[in-house]
């Protein structure tokens, strides 16, 4: 307990962090529940796959650290959007392939959720076999760089140098973990605006209110969906990156943990809310670090699992409980 | 009736998921073992059990690689009567470790092996190779409370953490003179294991301990501890991928404590985990040799081989690959011939003098400590 309270900015801070890149990819499972009411599990490999974009595309141009504040924001910058671009991909591909025919056949949710298992288990497998299926093209010598040690983890070489802004106690707060917070809440805040103020998000929360009715009303429901999937994968792969910079590595099965932990999130702030995925992101980081100082570090998933089934026996719909189609201009 | 058929529908599907496994693992059995009317045996199979792919999978590819390199050898002077190497990976899972082993037994033409790799599937195999009387020989395994179960298959040609631990605790606080430890491990049964054994050996010096879990990637929470508590040293007990990013959080968080690591660390992916800076000055026990201080033409013919120096146990695979490849050449192809010939044997290896005592226990064992520089794993000192 002395712990705790002795500790507690420096427990704030790095569960802060990493409840934002939580929260970041819990819009993904948000923004598809609320439009679609069916969960995209293959969400977390989205994510993944924005991971190895950052990485190759860092490991392409030959970034390091230490090279002028200039060059370190293109690094940067290239590594964001190759991770959202391709993450974006990834999620519209997944769309076009896992659910698109099911959607017309009106299959029930658990046959989209099983194609959605199916597709993470692919996109996974992809990454985790990629030095083979170079090989299969005589490609694994040449691409040593980028498919050596398929299922181990991958560096990212990360342009931008860990290094203290300011100290508050004994906790150094670094020059990531400001970067980390501030960009994910800009980020949130854009979507969140986007959806409630343009006309795409308008469309997108007509579809989410009443699909039907907003195709009488001349919405084009196949292009919503799409628009859907595309920012949630954008968002995973700007989680992605922020991840990265903190962390430093990836593999191919680091999606699974990570979705588990974003989805929880998701719906401990209110599934298809997507103020609630960022509320939900930082109160899952906070009891995560608040749990493993009161009783031990191998507690933690248990304190934050405790906490998610307790807020849903009195908040069934998660904190914010709101859907998506309900937030108004 | 509801009850009963709530109780049925799993028990249904639970007996015919077991009948399944229990016909796929019976398929494989003795796959051509016996040359028609010569009589010598051949095409004998010595197994590897190990994790080939998977979190720790450097360290099973680097045992296998000297295990492949003895059977090699042994093939080039045998021609006409082969050995092959089975793997059987368990990605160092112990849930997956018993299904592998019953398919091993099985495959008749497996006549010993090699492995397993780690402490906790050896825990949940080695009963059954006991059972069937098949013989192992772990090149890495060094829980100590294996080889107190009493299986008469079990043998191993490495120091276990009961040598390696106190070694590590010696360093800490001798070479690296600190007065407040923390010890953290990742709950595996080797973690832990090795873990207890450093807690223990430093007694009041450990000031802070904690626990993480396989497959976290954010220690945010240990490191906290560890920074709060102002200790000199950590000692970490767990594999090479968590250790290597909880180095690098450390580093980031401006943790000065020098890390000091056991065997399942000692690999390149920490470095590559943790990054050529963070990882620099890591200290890394193991009850293996460096690999140029091995016996013979190893080193060289290692890297003949496999274009690359031996990594961790490599030496140690060749070894326990070696013990039953003399066997098998002495005429010893069956499994109770090959159990007492192991049992018995007594030669030099490539890493130490190999024989075994009443446990399984090798009677020669050396801790070395080797220190992360350059980026590179180098031996620093062996700890007497």
């Given at each position: 307990m002395s712990f705790l309270i002795n500790n507690f900015f420096a427990l704030t801070a790095s569960g802060l962090v990493l409840g934002a890149v939580y929260g970041l990819i819990a819009l993904g499972y948000t923004l598809v529940y609320g439009v679609?009411?069916?969960?995209?599990?293959a969400h977390s490999e989205v994510w993944m796959w924005g991971s190895f974009a950052a990485v190759w595309s860092m490991t392409a141009v030959g970034a390091t650290s230490g090279r002028g504040i200039g060059a370190t924001a293109a690094f940067l910058l290239l590594a964001l959007v190759a991770a959202m671009l391709v993450s974006g991909g990834i999620a519209l591909t997944v769309e076009r392939v896992a659910y698109r025919r099911l959607r017309r056949l009106n299959a029930p949710p658990l046959i989209a959720l099983i194609s959605a298992i199916g597709a993470s288990f692919v996109l996974s497998e992809i990454i985790g076999l990629r030095d083979r299926i170079a090989g299969w093209f005589g490609l694994d010598s040449a691409l040593a760089k980028y498919v050596?040690?398929?299922r181990d983890n991958t560096r990212f070489p990360n342009p931008l140098e860990t290094s203290t802004a300011f100290s508050v106690g004994d906790y150094n707060v670094t020059n990531i973990d400001i970067l980390v917070l501030v960009s994910a809440i800009v980020m949130m805040v854009t979507l969140d605006q986007f959806i409630r103020r343009s006309r795409l998000g308008r469309g997108i929360r007509a579809v989410a209110q009443d699909s039907e009715s907003a195709a009488l009303m001349g919405v084009n429901k196949d292009r919503v969906v799409q628009i859907t999937f595309f920012l949630g994968g954008i968002m995973a792969g700007a989680a992605s990156l922020l991840y990265l910079m903190r962390i430093g590595v990836t593999k191919y099965n680091a999606g699974f943990l990570l979705g588990v932990k974003a989805f929880t999130a998701a719906v401990l702030g209110g599934i298809g809310n997507v103020r609630g995925a960022l509320l939900g992101g930082f109160v899952l980081g906070l009891a995560e670090n608040y749990g493993s100082a009161l009783i031990g570090t191998q507690w933690k998933d248990v304190v934050a699992f405790l906490l998610l089934v307790v807020i849903l026996l009195f908040r069934p719909t998660g904190l914010l409980g709101e859907s998506l189609g309900r937030s108004r201009a | 009736m509801r009850p009963i058929i709530k109780l049925g529908v799993p028990l249904v599907a639970a007996a015919l998921a077991l009948t399944a496994c229990g016909g796929t693992s019976g398929?494989?059995?003795?796959?051509?073992s016996t040359s028609g009317g010569s009589s010598k045996t051949c095409d004998l199979k010595i197994g590897f059990f190990g994790?080939?792919?998977?979190?720790?999978?450097n360290l099973g590819q680097n045992i296998q690689n000297g295990v492949k390199l003895a059977v090699d050898q042994y093939n080039a002077k045998n021609a006409d009567c082969k050995v092959a190497v089975q793997p059987y990976d368990s990605q160092g899972d112990p849930a997956v470790a018993p299904g592998l082993a019953k398919s091993a037994i099985d495959n008749?033409?497996?006549?010993?092996?090699?492995?397993?790799?780690?402490s906790g599937e050896s825990k949940a195999a080695d009963p059954l190779f006991n059972e069937a009387g098949l013989v192992t020989i772990t090149p890495s395994a060094t829980?100590?409370?294996?080889?107190?179960?009493?299986?008469?298959t079990f043998f191993r040609v490495l120091g276990n953490d009961a040598s390696q631990g106190p070694a590590a605790a010696k360093y800490i606080s001798?070479?690296?003179?600190?007065?407040k430890v923390a010890v953290v491990d990742d709950a595996s049964e080797y973690g832990k294991g090795l873990a207890d054994i450093v807690k223990s050996s430093l007694g009041a010096k450990v000031t802070t301990t904690d626990t993480v879990q396989t497959?976290?990637?954010?220690f945010s929470p240990t490191v906290t501890k560890i920074k709060s508590s102002g200790v000199t040293a950590v000692f970490y007990g767990g594999y090479y991928a968590e250790a290597g990013l909880l180095k690098k959080q450390m580093t980031d968080a401006g943790v000065t404590a020098t890390l000091v690591v056991g065997d399942?660390?000692?690999?390149?992916g920490f470095i590559k985990a943790a990054g050529d800076k963070a990882a620099e000055g890591t200290i890394m026990t193991c009850p293996c040799l460096p690999a140029d201080k091995a016996g013979g033409t190893f080193f060289a013919d290692y890297k003949a081989a496999y274009n690359a120096e031996p990594a961790t146990y490599s030496a140690e695979g060749f070894d326990a690959a070696k013990v039953m490849l003399d066997g098998i050449s002495e005429g010893k192809t069956s499994r109770a011939d090959l159990l007492a010939y192991v049992a018995s044997y007594d030669k030099p290896g490539v890493t130490k003098t190999l024989k075994f005592d009443a446990k399984g226990e090798p009677s020669q064992v050396t801790i070395w400590a080797y220190k992360v520089t350059g980026a590179k794993i180098v031996p620093d000192q062996e700890i007497k």
């Open positions: 679609l009411r069916l969960i995209n599990f050596g040690g398929a | 398929g494989t059995a003795a796959a051509g994790a080939l792919t998977g979190d720790a999978a008749k033409s497996v006549v010993g092996i090699v492995g397993p790799a780690f829980n100590p409370a294996l080889s107190t179960n009493g299986w008469k001798d070479t690296l003179k600190a007065s497959g976290q990637t954010d399942g660390v000692k690999d390149d």
